[in-house]
């Protein structure tokens, strides 16, 4: 079982950053991937970043290319998503996962075993 809060959402003018962070407890963090995806209203959960393991491998949607960046601290069981040059389509409920099983990083929500309970990033126009 693996436990995973996430926290740093909130609202922000267009231009603007947050950091997002999920702090997983239960399984050994530094064996699993971790992803972040969002949901807006009325849409499907969509991918936006993964990372591996270790932290050396990473995987962006193409959307949040050069202005997200993904990151994590094994020692202190955290995932972050940095977000910067926030658009007001970026508005969504943010969550992490955490994927025990593959090898590679996956895009696919259905690929992940264990998901937090989400944070609203609103970006204002």
């Known amino acids: 079982q693996v436990q995973l809060v996430e926290s740093g959402g909130g609202l922000v003018q267009a231009g603007g950053s947050l950091r997002l962070s999920c702090a997983a407890s239960?399984?050994?963090?530094?064996?699993?991937?971790m992803g972040w995806f969002r949901q807006a209203p009325g849409k499907e959960r969509d991918f936006v970043a993964a990372?591996?393991?270790?932290?050396?491998?990473?995987d962006f949607t193409d959307s949040v290319k050069g202005r997200f960046t993904i990151s994590r601290d094994n020692a202190k069981n955290t995932v972050y998503l940095q977000m910067n040059s926030l658009k007001p389509e970026d508005t969504a409920v943010y969550y992490c996962a955490a994927d025990v099983k593959s090898t590679r990083l996956q895009r696919t929500p259905r690929a992940y075993d264990y998901w937090g309970q989400g944070t609203q990033v609103t970006v204002s126009s």
């Open positions: 990372i591996s393991w270790s932290g050396g491998i990473t």
């Open positions: 239960g399984r050994t963090f530094s064996r699993y991937h």
